[in-house]
C-alpha cells in the first residue's frame, strides 16, 4: 500500500523511529511466496510510479522526480482474512521470521535507490502519523503485476 504524504512519521514507544518529508509511506505487506526477486520488482516498480504533480498539475512525476523520501513501514495486518466471524485470520501473511528478512531486504534495496529511506520497527506496535496528499493511495499486489 502506497500514500503518497506530504509528511509521515512512524513513532514506537513515544520515540520516532522514521520521518520523512514529500515522499510515499509504504505499507509492506509480506506473503509466503514472497521472495528476494519479487521484492526488487515491486521496489522498482514503486520507484516508477509516477503520481507525483508536474508543473501543468497532471500526475506524472516519480519519486526521483520531486527528490521524494520513503518511509517503510511492515504491516502484515494487509493479508487480513475477514471473510469468516468478526476476528481477522492472518495465515496468509508471511511467517514473521521470513517476513522480518525480506522486510531488512526491502529497506536496504530501497537504500541503495532513494537517497531518503526511514522506517519503523520490525513487529513492534507503532504509531503512524501522515498527511496523505490528495489523498493518494494506490495498492500494489504482486499477484497483480507479477506473473508467478
Do not use: W
Amino acid at each position: 500500500m502506497v500514500q503518497r504524504v506530504k509528511y509521515a512519521k512512524v513513532s514506537v514507544e513515544g520515540k520516532t523511529t522514521g520521518e520523512i518529508e514529500q515522499g510515499f509511506l509504504v505499507l509492506l505487506g509480506i506473503a509466503p511466496e514472497d521472495t528476494q526477486e519479487i521484492m526488487e520488482k515491486m521496489v522498482d516498480k514503486l520507484l516508477r510510479l509516477r503520481i507525483f504533480s508536474d508543473e501543468n498539475d497532471k500526475i506524472n512525476l516519480s519519486l526521483s522526480d520531486v527528490g521524494g523520501s520513503l518511509l517503510l513501514v511492515s504491516q502484515f495486518t494487509l493479508y487480513a482474512d475477514c471473510r469468516k466471524g468478526n476476528r481477522p485470520s492472518f495465515v496468509h501473511a508471511a511467517p514473521p521470521a521470513q517476513a522480518e528478512a525480506l522486510y531488512e531486504s526491502c529497506k536496504a534495496y530501497c537504500r541503495e535507490r532513494v537517497p531518503v529511506v526511514e522506517s519503523g520497527i520490525f513487529g513492534a506496535d507503532m504509531q503512524v502519523e501522515l498527511c496523505n496528499d490528495g489523498p493518494f493511495t494506490v495498492m500494489l499486489d504482486s499477484d497483480e503485476i507479477i506473473k508467478r
